[in-house]
């Protein structure tokens, strides 16, 4: 297991949060997403072997209002 803190701009409320940490959780390896929005970022607890910090950055950007940065 991997735990890695990424940045995560565009969070601005308790809604973008639970988007953002719902849509990790949602790719096959991440066991936790825990978004803080005061530093605007996500730790991130994940399996390397099924999911990459590219796959969460895709999955995240993909909502069209945060971007993932790696």
Sequence with gaps: MTK???TVT???CE???ANVE???KSLP???EAIVNLE???VTVDYDEAQV?????KNAVDDLGRFEFSL
Excluded at 52 to 56: A, G, K, V
């Design 4 to 6: 890695n803190i990424f």
């Design 10 to 12: 565009g969070m601005k």
């Design 15 to 17: 809604n973008c949060k």
């Design 22 to 24: 719902r849509t990790l």
């Design 29 to 31: 390896g991440v066991v």
């Design 39 to 41: 530093n605007a970022n």
């Design 52 to 56: 990459t910090p590219q796959d969460m």
